[in-house]
């Protein structure tokens, strides 16, 4: 059964910092791993989907990696702004279902 | 927009009655899923269906049903309501591995709560 889990639960960290938020998974037979961003009471955005077979992608301030063989993902986000502050998940994607873990609650202080 | 649709956004039952959350997409995508999101438990995965006419149990399954009868539309029905229903429900969609970029896209959610 795949579990994903999420470290830390919470983060706060001043505006301007980078920080690296990290996400493991037990079973690493999956197709890709996706990253979310959910502001409170809103639903889930897609940030960055990372295929099995490659190591990393990047959407501006936003990188992402992957290593199926030790089950672990980041998401590196440089110069955080307070635009940034949400909950952050990622999710394993294996064939028919994505298993999500319970997220990091980043709060960026001005 | 194409995406994934949702309705209602908020609903408030009874305990004891039964209702059905909507979910349609408009991306042609195969696979579809229901979830529930509650404080300090994350999502969970309700039921899920990899085409029409096929749906499976996940990890949260009783007291709700699903059918898939078209590619467009997964409902999910709450057969007789619970307080312990009262949840963030939400509906993603996503293609087959294989068939272009995979990914899950997710609706905006239905706050359901049961008095």
């Known amino acids: 059964k795949q579990e994903v889990t999420q470290i830390p639960a919470a983060l706060s960290v001043p505006e301007g910092e980078n920080l690296v938020l990290n996400c493991s998974f037990t079973d690493s037979a999956i197709y890709n791993l996706q990253w979310f961003r959910q502001d409170p009471g809103k639903g889930l955005t897609s940030l960055l989907l990372i295929q099995s077979s490659q190591r990393e992608q990047t959407s501006g301030r936003l990188n992402a990696s992957l290593d199926k063989s030790s089950g672990r993902s980041t998401l590196y986000i440089a110069a955080s702004q307070p635009g940034d502050s949400a909950t952050y998940l990622c999710a394993a994607n294996r064939d028919d279902k994505i298993i999500f873990g319970k997220g990091t609650r980043l709060h960026i202080l001005p | 927009n194409a995406g994934v649709t949702q309705t209602p956004k908020f609903q408030v039952l009874k305990t004891g009655q039964s209702m059905t959350l909507q979910c349609a997409q408009d991306?042609?995508?195969?696979?579809m899923s229901w979830y529930r999101q509650d404080p300090g438990m994350g999502l969970r995965l309700i039921h899920y269906?990899?085409?029409?006419?096929?749906?499976d149990q996940g990890e949260v399954p009783n007291g709700y049903n699903v059918s898939r009868s078209t590619t467009e539309d997964f409902p999910l029905r709450l057969l007789s309501a619970a307080p312990s229903q009262t949840s963030v429900y939400f509906c993603?969609?996503?293609?087959?591995?294989?068939?272009?970029?995979?990914?899950?896209?997710f609706g905006s959610g239905t706050r359901l709560t049961v008095v």
């Open positions: 269906s990899v085409g029409a006419g096929i749906t």
């Open positions: 991306m042609n995508h195969e696979y």
């Open positions: 993603a969609s996503s293609r087959k591995p294989g068939q272009g970029l995979y990914g899950y896209t």
